[in-house]
C-alpha cells in the first residue's frame, strides 16, 4: 500500500511563495498520476492540478500562470509550486495518487493534507 506525505505548508503574505511537495512510499508497479487538491472551508474539494508519469499537466483555470506542478518520478514525488498566492488559495491541500496494480486496477491514494494560508 502507498503513502503520501505532504509538507511545506504554511502561513504566507499576498504575492507570496510556497512549495508544497508529495512523497510516496511503499510498494507499487508505478504512480500514474499525481495530482493536487485543495478544500477551502464550507467548499468542495477541487482539482488544482496533477501531473501524468510522462508529464502532461492539468492546472485548473483559476492557478494557471501561478501555480505549476512537476515530479521526480525516481524519487515518487510531486511538487506544487505556488507563486503570487492570493487569499483565495487558503485551503487545505491534498496530494493525491493514482497507483498501478499488477493485473488489477489502479487504486487512489490520498495525503493527509497541508494547510496553506495567505493572509492579505
Known amino acids: 500500500q502507498v503513502v503520501l506525505v505532504e509538507s511545506g505548508g504554511g502561513l504566507v503574505q499576498a504575492g507570496g511563495s510556497l512549495r508544497l511537495s508529495c512523497v510516496a512510499s511503499g510498494s507499487h508497479f508505478g504512480i500514474n498520476v499525481m495530482g493536487w487538491y485543495r478544500q477551502a472551508p464550507g467548499k468542495q474539494r477541487e482539482l488544482v492540478a496533477d501531473?501524468?508519469?510522462?508529464?502532461?499537466?492539468t492546472l485548473a483555470d483559476s492557478v494557471k500562470g501561478r501555480l505549476t506542478v512537476s515530479r521526480d518520478n525516481a524519487k515518487a514525488t510531486a511538487y506544487l509550486q505556488m507563486n503570487s498566492l492570493k487569499p483565495e488559495d487558503t485551503a487545505v491541500y491534498y496530494c493525491n495518487a493514482e497507483v498501478a496494480r499488477f493485473l488489477a486496477s489502479a487504486y487512489n491514494v490520498w495525503g493527509q493534507g497541508t494547510q496553506v494560508t495567505v493572509s492579505s
Open positions: 501531473i501524468t508519469s510522462g508529464g502532461k499537466i
